[in-house]
């Protein structure tokens, strides 16, 4: 694998690391589809106790969507870059091992989405979260109109999806979309933390998470499939060229809401 990195541990924990530091590991197909294979073959496997994701470098858990990549897709590839995101995050989602993400630096965009879409979210002090796709010209595509508001509420997300801003460690905890704040390694708190899940019955664990995510699971889907119509809707504007070229050329970018 050129973009992820895994351990499986003597204790049955498994460790996934996003693997692009240079990147920020950021989001690009080949992680994506990387990430699509190993979770179809983890999940053939022998069962892990809990699988932990983070993202090596320490500057990020993932930064978001490789922009550089995507600037130029048309509609459909980037409706279809969306249902592709959000089919293989589902298989994260449904993996049968509890997940949790162990956060340090930044994870936006895809990077938070991707963090939602594990049971539980660790943060070091120096992560940052946030959806700032509307900085783009776009909107989130990976699930994060749907997620976020199922982690911190209808207001609050709506709030961090319309200005794009970045949450610190402490207001992620704060809010509800981390579990809490860890000041030492945050791998190994999660570490921890799996195994003190993984000291409970299996079977039970297994229910209590399927009980939990079934709750919602139809209007999950609903949302997610306009989601990927609307994402792919923003690469028919200018200001979604506008804010990609932006964004790649580390200046501020220029809307004309067209």
Request: contains cysteine; glycine residues 12%; negative net charge.
């Amino acid at each position: 694998m050129n973009c992820l990195k895994f351990e499986r541990r003597e204790d049955g924990v498994g460790l996934l690391s996003l693997s692009r530091p240079k990147k920020l590991n950021a989001l690009n197909a080949e992680l994506i589809s990387e990430l699509d294979v190993l979770l179809a073959e983890l999940d053939v496997g022998p069962p892990l106790v809990a699988l932990v994701l983070t993202g090596e470098g320490g500057r990020a858990f993932a930064a978001g969507a490789d922009i550089a990549e995507m600037a130029e897709y048309s509609v459909q590839q980037a409706t279809d870059m969306a249902k592709r995101g959000q089919r293989v995050l589902a298989r994260l989602e449904s993996f049968h091992a509890p997940t949790i993400a162990a956060v340090s630096g930044f994870a936006l965009g895809g990077g938070c989405e991707l963090a939602m879409c594990c049971d539980l979210i660790l943060a070091g002090a120096t992560a940052v979260f946030g959806q700032p796709e509307v900085k783009l010209g776009v909107i989130p595509g990976f699930g994060g109109t749907q997620r976020l508001p199922r982690r911190v509420g209808a207001q609050r997300a709506l709030e961090l999806t319309l200005t794009g801003r970045n949450v610190s460690a402490e207001e992620a905890v704060r809010i509800g979309l981390a579990l809490e704040l860890v000041t030492e390694d945050v791998v190994e708190a999660a570490i921890a933390l799996a195994l003190r899940i993984g000291a409970n019955g299996p079977l039970a664990v297994r229910a209590a998470r399927a009980a939990w995510r079934e709750a919602d699971h139809d209007a999950l889907w609903r949302g997610l499939d306009r989601e990927a119509e609307l994402f792919g809707g923003c690469f028919a504007t200018a200001d979604q060229r506008e804010g990609m070229a932006a964004h790649l050329g580390r200046r501020a970018p220029r809307f004309v809401g067209a």
